[in-house]
């Protein structure tokens, strides 16, 4: 009876320890807001386990009385001193990774964290593509990094490394590269940098450079103009996939590419050209966005995933939302939010209800009723039959877009289910297989996508079960991916081996996803300026400057038709004056019923 009264006791001393915690900010209103954590950082859960009760024991917060395990662990108080720990370790894990690249790689284009070196394109392959598409020898991570430094309030290390890409990069380089990595990296990068520096009001602090001439314009101008030549000598309007940035075309370049790659250009051309008054590459990117669409099933009203750029044949009749097509919707709906055009908003209206019209299989409602959990699958783009039973990591940013086109319970849905799989993995496989509950491609190159909508559908909630989530998510990366010179891809999620390589946009996106969602003062949120993130994340301000043209013959063949929106109608940007799309009696309890969470992980093999 010894270990039952020990139990008993160690209960009522963790009830009593709650109590206690509950009653400290009442007691001493902001006394912990003034010093450090007294305790490490908790440590990462296994696969599957709960770590809310040791958080417990360490001070993080009491949870629900009553209620079911998920009530337990996710609904409790998440305390702003346990959130301010948060937003520090990831500022803490951006900077790791940014000085390890800045000390052993700069200016190659990457870190290899596990030898401590840079890694630059692959000269001795051409044809190894997952290097050549992205690594161009501009000192990518620098650059990709840029705009995560201002966001942070960084601003001696943003002015640094401004001026450091400015004296050190050039784009006259014999290295062909991916137009869409060279696009949403680089490009929109030098873009989102270019206007932080040039904004009066200055949310961040100050960012400005002394003596600053638009050099990053001109780069971005200069990069641009190197891409152009992909639009050339094709009799779609879609773009050639790759281009050499000294040479143009390469003469043996492929004719086919993929839905995402070639209309998702439009949100960083059309800035450049908006910013230069020359209209020469949103029209370009505008023609690739409208050719693509012309192409969609007559039946279903579906795209592929991959088109001959000669013939408009298309190569990959899949239609989904991840690889090979997500970022082609998502700019739908961001060129409409930045630049104002009625077009573009019908097209992503009519490309999401051919979404939820195939792609979507479950019950109807995400919080009600009976059936699977909704899930978005793949399918064949003309009938609409189901085409396989994977979905990749790439499909994570949906519940995001749903946020801010206010679907926030298909969202809410949508992202259980990828969370589920991160909490069997620590990871999100590349790809996994809803039916057979394993992964088919086991590795995870450190994607922002889990993060990002996770980080949205906290600013469209305020639900404390987002903060949960991001907490799980950054345990999970310093457990398994921390390397000696920063954070590693997972060669397989299962068996947590580690490959040599840390991406560009573990910087430029999965570090700053994390960090704003627990820095609530952040000025992203304070400022009162509306901001919106690339496929990217690089942030740009939503304001009057992008919906003026010089021009009016290259929107649409219609006169008058491409209607404008207004900056004060841009609600679904406003991530703070989100939240009334959720109903109040459920705000601040589990974003989805505890009957459908197990659901939920019940599906992926957790329980």
Same mark, same amino acid.
């Given at each position: 009876m010894?270990w039952?009264?020990?139990?008993?006791?160690?209960?009522l001393?963790?009830?009593?320890?709650q $109590?206690?915690?509950?009653?400290?900010?009442?007691?001493?209103?902001?006394?912990?807001?003034?010093?450090?954590?007294?305790f490490?950082f908790?440590?990462?859960?296994?696969?599957?386990?709960? +770590?809310?009760g040791?958080?417990?024991?360490?001070?993080?917060g009491?949870?629900a009385?009553?209620?079911? #395990?998920?009530?337990r662990?996710?609904?409790?108080?998440?305390?702003p001193?346990l959130?301010?720990?948060?937003?520090?370790?990831?500022?803490?894990?951006?900077?790791?990774?940014?000085?390890?690249?800045?000390?052993? $790689?700069?200016?190659?284009?990457?870190?290899?964290?596990?030898?401590?070196?840079g890694?630059?394109?692959d000269?001795?392959?051409p044809?190894?593509?997952?290097?050549?598409?992205?690594?161009?020898?501009?000192?990518?991570?620098?650059?990709?990094?840029?705009d995560?430094?201002?966001?942070?309030?960084?601003?001696?290390?943003?002015?640094?490394?401004?001026?450091?890409?400015?004296?050190?990069?050039?784009?006259?380089?014999?290295s062909?590269?991916q137009?869409?990595?060279?696009?949403?990296?680089?490009?929109?990068?030098?873009?989102?940098?270019?206007?932080i520096?040039?904004?009066t009001?200055q949310p961040?602090?100050?960012?400005?450079?002394?003596?600053y001439?638009?050099?990053?314009?001109?780069?971005?101008?200069?990069?641009?103009?190197?891409l152009?030549?992909?639009?050339?000598?094709?009799?779609t309007?879609?773009?050639y996939?790759?281009?050499?940035?000294?040479?143009g075309?390469?003469p043996?370049?492929?004719? #086919?590419t993929?839905?995402?790659?070639?209309?998702?250009?439009l949100?960083?051309?059309?800035?450049?050209?908006?910013?230069?008054?020359?209209?020469?590459?949103?029209?370009? $990117?505008?023609?690739?966005?409208?050719?693509?669409?012309?192409?969609r099933?007559?039946?279903?009203?579906?795209?592929?995933?991959?088109?001959?750029?000669?013939?408009?044949?298309w190569?990959g009749?899949?239609?989904?939302?991840g690889?090979?097509?997500?970022?082609?919707?998502?700019?739908?709906?961001k060129?409409?939010?930045?630049?104002?055009?009625k077009?573009?908003?019908?097209?992503?209206?009519d $490309?999401?209800?051919?979404?939820?019209? +195939?792609?979507?299989?479950?019950?109807?409602?995400?919080?009600?009723g009976?059936?699977?959990?909704p899930?978005?699958?793949?399918?064949?783009?003309?009938?609409g039959?189901?085409?396989?039973t994977?979905?990749?990591?790439?499909?994570?940013?949906?519940?995001?877009?749903?946020?801010l086109?206010?679907d926030?319970?298909?969202?809410?849905?949508?992202?259980a289910?990828?969370?589920?799989?991160?909490?069997?993995?620590?990871?999100?496989?590349?790809?996994?297989?809803?039916?057979?509950?394993?992964?088919?491609?086991p590795?995870?190159?450190l994607?922002p996508?889990?993060?990002?909508?996770?980080?949205?559908?906290?600013?469209?909630?305020?639900?404390?079960?987002?903060? +949960?989530?991001?907490?799980?998510?950054?345990? @999970?990366?310093?457990?398994?991916?921390?390397a000696?010179?920063?954070?590693?891809?997972?060669?397989?999620?299962?068996?947590?081996t580690?490959?040599d390589?840390?991406?560009?946009?573990?910087?430029s996106e999965?570090?700053?996803?994390?960090?704003?969602?627990?820095?609530?003062?952040?000025?992203?949120?304070?400022?009162?300026?509306?901001?919106?993130?690339?496929? #990217?994340? +690089?942030?740009?301000s939503?304001?009057?400057r992008?919906?003026?043209?010089?021009?009016?013959?290259?929107?649409?063949?219609?006169?008058?038709?491409?209607?404008?929106?207004?900056?004060?109608?841009?609600?679904?940007?406003?991530?703070?004056?989100?939240?009334?799309?959720?109903?109040?009696?459920?705000?601040?309890?589990?974003p989805?019923? @505890?009957?459908?969470m197990?659901?939920?992980d019940?599906?992926?093999?957790?329980?």
């Amino acid at each position: 009876m010894q270990w039952r009264s020990l139990v008993l006791g160690l209960l009522l001393l963790r009830l009593g320890l709650q $109590a206690l915690l509950a009653l400290l900010p009442a007691l001493a209103p902001g006394l912990c807001l003034r010093r450090r954590f007294p305790f490490p950082f908790p440590p990462p859960p296994g696969p599957g386990s709960s +770590h809310w009760g040791s958080l417990l024991r360490r001070g993080g917060g009491g949870g629900a009385a009553g209620g079911d #395990e998920y009530e337990r662990r996710y609904s409790g108080a998440f305390p702003p001193q346990l959130r301010a720990r948060l937003r520090d370790a990831a500022r803490g894990m951006f900077v790791f990774g940014y000085d390890s690249y800045m000390q052993h $790689a700069f200016p190659r284009d990457e870190l290899d964290p596990l030898h401590c070196r840079g890694r630059g394109p692959d000269r001795h392959d051409p044809s190894n593509l997952n290097i050549n598409d992205v690594l161009g020898n501009y000192s990518l991570t620098l650059i990709d990094a840029l705009d995560t430094l201002a966001v942070m309030g960084n601003s001696s290390e943003f002015q640094k490394a401004v001026k450091l890409v400015i004296d050190t990069v050039s784009f006259d380089k014999d290295s062909t590269v991916q137009v869409f990595e060279a696009t949403i990296r680089v490009l929109g990068s030098l873009l989102s940098a270019h206007i932080i520096i040039t904004d009066t009001k200055q949310p961040f602090g100050d960012m400005t450079i002394k003596d600053y001439d638009n050099e990053l314009l001109h780069m971005a101008h200069d990069l641009a103009v190197r891409l152009l030549p992909a639009f050339e000598n094709t009799k779609t309007g879609i773009p050639y996939p790759r281009v050499n940035l000294k040479k143009g075309v390469p003469p043996d370049s492929n004719n #086919e590419t993929c839905t995402a790659g070639a209309g998702s250009l439009l949100v960083e051309f059309g800035i450049l050209s908006r910013l230069l008054g020359d209209s020469t590459f949103e029209w370009v $990117a505008r023609r690739a966005v409208k050719a693509l669409w012309s192409l969609r099933s007559n039946n279903t009203g579906l795209l592929g995933n991959v088109v001959n750029i000669q013939t408009g044949h298309w190569v990959g009749k899949q239609s989904g939302l991840g690889a090979g097509s997500d970022s082609f919707y998502e700019y739908l709906l961001k060129s409409y939010i930045l630049f104002g055009e009625k077009e573009d908003l019908e097209m992503f209206n009519d $490309a999401y209800q051919n979404i939820q019209n +195939h792609l979507r299989r479950g019950r109807e409602a995400c919080n009600e009723g009976e059936g699977d959990p909704p899930l978005y699958v793949n399918v064949n783009m003309f009938t609409g039959q189901l085409m396989n039973t994977w979905i990749d990591s790439l499909q994570a940013f949906f519940p995001g877009l749903q946020v801010l086109i206010g679907d926030v319970e298909d969202a809410i849905c949508l992202h259980a289910f990828y969370y589920a799989i991160w909490k069997r993995y620590g990871a999100l496989p590349e790809r996994y297989n809803w039916q057979l509950q394993a992964p088919d491609v086991p590795f995870y190159p450190l994607r922002p996508e889990l993060v990002e909508s996770t980080y949205l559908l906290y600013q469209a909630t305020k639900n404390p079960f987002y903060l +949960h989530v991001g907490m799980d998510i950054l345990q @999970s990366l310093e457990k398994y991916t921390k390397a000696k010179c920063g954070y590693a891809t997972l060669h397989h999620v299962v068996e947590k081996t580690k490959e040599d390589r840390m991406e560009s946009f573990f910087l430029s996106e999965t570090c700053k996803y994390l960090y704003l969602l627990f820095d609530e003062e952040n000025p992203v949120h304070k400022s009162g300026n509306k901001y919106m993130f690339t496929t #990217e994340g +690089h942030i740009v301000s939503v304001d009057e400057r992008f919906r003026n043209s010089l021009w009016q013959d290259i929107l649409s063949g219609e006169e008058n038709s491409a209607e404008k929106i207004k900056p004060n109608e841009l609600k679904a940007v406003n991530f703070s004056s989100n939240c009334n799309r959720v109903p109040d009696e459920r705000r601040y309890l589990l974003p989805l019923k @505890s009957n459908y969470m197990r659901q939920i992980d019940r599906m992926v093999g957790l329980i």
